[in-house]
């Protein structure tokens, strides 16, 4: 049974920055990629950035120049580092673990920033 375990979010104001970690029950290395994924209220999930087993990094537009994401294989842990941040980056925060066409979701965390 996979889990993802997500910490870090919470209130920050605009232009502030925040770190999520998340720490996967399995080797990443088991996964084709792994990534983070935003759902604001009233809106679908979208994707936020993924890193594949090689490294590379994928962003959304919204993402790119101010997110990074990034893995620690030593210790199955993904992270995301959000700057700049924006109001409209106010969301509930999750980690993902795709193999193949499946995904294996953390509990959400929730990202609120004031104007």
């Known amino acids: 049974h996979v889990q993802l375990v997500e910490s870090g979010g919470g209130l920050v104001h605009t232009g502030g920055s925040l770190r999520h970690s998340c720490v996967v029950s399995e080797n990443m290395f088991n996964f084709n990629d792994m990534g983070w994924y935003r759902q604001a209220p009233g809106k679908q999930r979208e994707l936020v950035a993924t890193i594949n087993v090689g490294g590379l990094t994928n962003y959304a537009g919204s993402a790119k120049g101010r997110f990074t994401i990034s893995r620690d294989n030593t210790k199955n842990t993904v992270y995301l580092q959000m700057g700049s941040l924006k109001p409209e980056d106010t969301a509930i925060y999750y980690c993902?673990?795709?193999?193949?066409?499946?995904?294996?979701w953390g509990q959400g965390t929730q990202v609120t920033v004031s104007s």
């Open positions: 993902t673990a795709r193999l193949l066409t499946r995904n294996y």
